[in-house]
């Protein structure tokens, strides 16, 4: 995309209500980031329809205009369209703004998310065991049964102490101390006596209910094995404690004394109020799920399908979790959570693949197919959201529509899921296996998916229309040809034909894009990819080429391969923050590198403990001149090892 720099930089200004609201500007590898003397003056319809300008984002006190690759050329232009302060710079200060409920999702989904990888995983194990039970192949009586069993049900039942880990790195905590009074809600011991079946101590009554006691105050019974709500509760309290033991402990006393207070302080709390709290508000939850279901199942769950897509265009689809959980471990299925984002995941296909095979543009077509077999097959949902139907707006009613009657059919036919598997699609059929009859989920959970899949195909291919020559002129004025730099996306035919595969340009834990907990990145605004979680503080070159960007911050290094790929490596989330601390660059923009240069080094330890994620996006950010951009890996990788996989 050839911009026009000071022009785009004169519309930005312009947009954002004019050089003197802008209090700063920086910039990352992708985003221009601003602070503003006052948000309500940025227009981002305005901004957003810039060309140049991928999307718009307001995160943290900061504007964030995503470019691309090209925002350190830009910024050169705009940094000289006025006195924006650099990083020194500051806005007034404020309170946090936006809705206290979307804030409030959004901590909570921050804190799950993490947590996706080990439920997933031993979800599917049960799912195993199921299909090994029911068709006969395993005894349940048998040890490799009991064992496997075991793998497939410890993270549930211990995750109260995964989540008291998450929410403390997500608060700046101790995750140690916040560990320890999850375990120690979970010890067999304590659950013993709340379960009444500890030898030599008979339980009391309080309030009606079973109880027993901690420094002689009552502690009412309760189940925290499974459980989601009661360490939410604590989180509050917890950091509250932390601190404050921190504050009263001399310093050389601290190492035992601010533990034992924080301890002594947080357990009475928790078993005495919190956790019974939280316990009451579980089984509410269940409570409400039964009575939705058992009222008028095929109406909720039709609604909740319908709706998902919305729900998860803010980000609360991951917070829903603890309801999912709530119904898992209350009554041994989820009829809602689940089943909703089956129906409405299939239905973002449909309507992707139905606007493909209507519309005449080429590059749609293939975007279209490709964001189609993703969300059907994998669950992938976002490419087919953002870049077909939302943008194309009929699209998104056909699968609206189709999630709808689909979820109507589940609810109807009772379809449940009984564990958690992959990020529900046609492949997680197999979690609806369970039940007195077995099979029947699988099959009109079959049923439902063919009938999503089939309506929003056919209402997206009646009601698509390709967008006037108008709008995409104006979108992208006159693009002239493109003489020299577009030779290497000439390459966009070659690709048709030949498989390219991307080596890892990092030591570390493979995880799907979509999982990256930042937005731009993962709704592959900025390219396709994966993330990788580095485990050693290195970025090796993945290819032969030339390096197109660095950042004077070091957390990210672009490469313009000799095959015509283009890739970003982004070091964290939100490093550019750390203005180069912790980072070691060993390239300059224009240097020729070989597969396995060294390009950066990071301290993995020390960005951690400034409160920085590590999550590292690994990016083709020239995808949209390719078939497919697909991972050619996943869990552990190692640097050089096989990552991506281009067509």
């Known amino acids: 995309m050839a911009l026009d720099y000071v022009e785009t930089s004169k519309k930005i200004i312009e947009g954002v209500g004019g050089a003197s609201n802008i209090a700063s500007a920086t910039h990352c590898m992708t985003r221009l980031r601003l602070v503003l003397v006052d948000e309500s003056k940025a227009d981002d319809k305005k901004v957003g329809k810039i060309k140049g300008v991928k999307s718009v984002i307001r995160q943290g006190g900061q504007y964030q205009v995503v470019i691309g690759n090209e925002v350190s050329n830009l910024f050169k232009e705009f940094k000289a369209m006025g006195n924006f302060g650099g990083e020194g710079a500051k806005a007034p200060a404020k309170k946090p703004t936006g809705n206290p409920i979307q804030r409030l999702f959004g901590f909570i989904s921050g804190c799950m998310t993490p947590l996706l990888p080990g439920m997933l995983g031993t979800g599917m194990i049960k799912v195993l065991l199921t299909i090994l039970t029911t068709a006969g192949v395993m005894s349940t009586t048998g040890p490799t049964y009991t064992l496997l069993y075991s793998l497939g049900d410890c993270f549930i039942f211990f995750l109260p102490i995964y989540l008291a880990y998450t929410t403390a790195k997500k608060m700046d905590g101790n995750p140690i101390l916040w560990m320890t009074i999850a375990c120690a809600m979970v010890y067999p011991n304590a659950l013993s006596l709340l379960a009444g079946t500890y030898e030599g101590i008979e339980l009391g009554t309080f309030m009606g209910m079973s109880a027993t006691s901690l420094f002689g105050i009552p502690v009412i019974c309760a189940t925290y094995s499974s459980s989601v709500i009661p360490i939410l509760l604590m989180v509050p309290v917890m950091k509250f404690m932390e601190n404050f033991a921190d504050k009263v402990s001399p310093n050389v006393l601290k190492a035992f004394l601010k533990p034992m207070i924080f301890m002594l302080v947080c357990f009475p709390v928790a078993m005495w109020v919190l956790g019974p709290l939280g316990f009451v508000i579980g ?214 034909v030949e498989k390219m595969i991307v080596s890892s340009p990092l030591t570390g834990e493979v995880v799907p894009l979509k999982d990256v907990p ?43 391969a000799s095959n015509g790929l283009e890739f970003l490596i982004h070091v964290g989330l939100n490093t550019v923050e750390l203005g180069g601390k912790h980072f070691t660059c060993n390239v300059s923009e224009g240097d020729k590198v070989k597969k396995g240069d060294v390009l950066l080094e990071f301290d993995i330890d020390a960005i951690k403990a400034a409160g920085y994620q590590m999550h590292t996006p690994v990016l083709v950010t020239n995808a949209e001149d390719y078939v497919s951009v697909l991972a050619a890996a996943s869990g552990k990788v190692k640097a050089g090892d096989d990552l991506i996989s281009v067509v």
Request: charged residues 10%; aromatic residues 8%.
């Open 283 to 496: 089984q509410g939850l269940s409570w409400i799920i039964n009575l939705m279901y058992g009222a008028v199942p095929w109406l909720t769950i039709g609604i909740l399908s319908a709706i998902m897509p919305f729900v998860i265009m803010t980000g609360m689809h991951y917070a829903l979790t603890p309801l999912a959980m709530a119904g898992l471990t209350g009554v041994g299925y989820d009829a809602l959570v689940i089943i909703g984002m089956f129906c409405s995941n299939i239905a973002q296909g449909g309507a992707s693949l139905g606007a493909a095979l209507k519309t005449k543009d080429s590059d749609l077509r293939s975007e279209g197919i490709a964001c189609g077999i993703s969300a059907t097959v994998a669950g992938v949902t976002e490419p087919a959201m953002y870049g077909v139907n939302l943008r194309y707006k009929k699209p998104m009613i056909a699968a609206v529509i189709g999630a709808g009657t689909a979820g109507l059919i589940c609810g109807l036919f009772h379809v449940v899921a009984y564990t958690l598997g992959g990020s529900p699609s046609f492949f997680t059929i197999i979690t609806f296996i369970g039940g007195d009859n077995p099979m029947s989920g699988v099959i009109w959970g079959t049923i439902a998916g063919v009938l999503s899949l089939a309506i929003s195909f056919v209402l997206s291919f009646i009601m698509f229309k390709d967008a006037p020559k108008e709008e995409e002129e104006e979108e992208a004025p006159a693009a002239p040809a493109a003489p020299a730099p577009a030779a290497p996306a000439s390459a966009g035919t070659k690709p048709l």
């Open 518 to 560: 930042d937005e731009v990145f993962s709704s592959g605004t900025l390219g396709e990819g994966v993330g990788v979680i580095p485990t050693v503080g290195k970025v090796i070159a993945p290819c032969d080429g030339e390096i197109s960007a660095t950042m004077d911050t070091k957390h990210a290094v672009g490469i313009s």
